[in-house]
C-alpha cells in the first residue's frame, strides 16, 4: 500500500507587491499554520519517507517546519521548479517516478493543481486551503499504478479544523 500526502503550501505574505511570485515568503499566519499540521500529522504517527516539493519560497518554508517536526524520521526531501503551479497531471507523473521502496510520500504544492489532483482521484473537494493536508492510501505496491481505480480516502485536515483527532 502506498500513502500518499497532498500539502498545500502555508499562508503567503503579500505586503510586497511588487515581489515575484515564486519568492513570496510565508506570513505570520502561515509561520504559525505550517508547524501546527506538522505536529498533528506526527502526533496522527504519519511519517513521511520522501519530501517532493516545489522550489517556491513559501513551500519550501512550509516544508522545512514539516523536516523540523520529523527530523528523527530524516526523510529524503527533492525540491524541483516542477511543481510551481503544477496542474494534476504533472503532480500525478512526478509523484508515480517515486522509488517503490518509499511508501509514505508528502508532496508540497499549490492550487489549482493540488485541489484538482484530490478531485481527479476521486474525492470532492472545493479547494485545499492553505496548510492543508489530503492524504490518500492506494492499493498497490508500485507508485507508477497510483489511480483513481486504486485510490481510497485516508484523510482530510487543515488548521482551521477545530475537531482535528487521530485518523
Known amino acids: 500500500m502506498k500513502k500518499l500526502l497532498l500539502v498545500r503550501h502555508a499562508k503567503s505574505y503579500w505586503g510586497n507587491p511588487s515581489l515575484p511570485d515564486r519568492e513570496r515568503p510565508l506570513a505570520a499566519r502561515g509561520e504559525r499554520d505550517a508547524p501546527r499540521m506538522a505536529r498533528r500529522m506526527h502526533a496522527n504517527r504519519i511519517f513521511p519517507e520522501k519530501i517532493l516539493c516545489s522550489d517556491a519560497i513559501r513551500t519550501l518554508q512550509t516544508a522545512e517546519h514539516f523536516l523540523a517536526v520529523y527530523a528523527k524520521q530524516d526523510p529524503e526531501i527533492e525540491k524541483t521548479a516542477d511543481l510551481y503551479h503544477a496542474s494534476s497531471g504533472s503532480i500525478l507523473q512526478h509523484v508515480r517516478q517515486t522509488?517503490?521502496?518509499?511508501?509514505?510520500?508528502?508532496?508540497?504544492?499549490?492550487?489549482?493543481?493540488?485541489?484538482?489532483?484530490?478531485?481527479?482521484?476521486?474525492?470532492?473537494?472545493?479547494?485545499?486551503?492553505?496548510?492543508?493536508?489530503?492524504?490518500?492510501?492506494?492499493?498497490?505496491?508500485?507508485?507508477?499504478?497510483?489511480?483513481?481505480?486504486?485510490?481510497?480516502?485516508?484523510?482530510?485536515?487543515?488548521?482551521?479544523?477545530?475537531?482535528?483527532?487521530?485518523?
Open 99 to 167: 522509488p517503490d521502496r518509499i511508501d509514505c510520500l508528502f508532496v508540497f504544492g499549490h492550487n489549482p493543481g493540488l485541489t484538482d489532483l484530490v478531485n481527479s482521484l476521486g474525492e470532492r473537494l472545493d479547494n485545499l486551503p492553505t496548510a492543508g493536508v489530503f492524504g490518500f492510501r492506494f492499493a498497490t505496491s508500485h507508485w507508477k499504478e497510483i489511480g483513481r481505480k486504486n485510490a481510497s480516502f485516508w484523510l482530510y485536515d487543515f488548521p482551521k479544523n477545530e475537531s482535528a483527532k487521530t485518523f
